[in-house]
């Protein structure tokens, strides 16, 4: 998957959980998020919440079966919504918008 990314963008980092995730973003500080809602540890809506505190800005992408478990408080943080299975044009589509209107 990661090599997938690469094509897209500079630099990919993944992460297991939201946890994991967030200790990652703090040193590599990318310029867009990817991020499911159910994760072990901390999930996607905790992770969303947390990152907001110091970071309102780095776009983020929700990828997910379980779109419908995005909290609405959260919906305003997020710049979009993609569900799974992922449809890799409509992926790529969307990473590229939410790059150009950063």
Not at 2 to 17: Q, S
Not at 35 to 43: A, L, P
Not at 67 to 75: G, N, R, S, V, W
């Amino acid at each position: 998957m990661d090599r997938t990314f690469a094509i897209l963008v500079k630099n990919v980092a993944l992460a297991k959980n939201g946890e994991e995730a967030l200790r990652s973003y703090k040193t590599l500080k990318p310029d867009i998020i990817l991020t499911d809602i159910r994760m072990d540890t901390m999930n996607g809506n905790e992770f969303i919440k947390e990152l907001r505190k110091f970071d309102t800005k780095t776009p983020i992408i929700v990828i997910s079966a379980f779109a419908q478990d995005l909290y609405e408080e959260h919906k305003t943080y997020v710049q979009a919504v993609v569900n799974k299975p992922i449809n890799f044009i409509t992926l790529v589509q969307t990473i590229d918008a939410c790059l150009l209107n950063q």
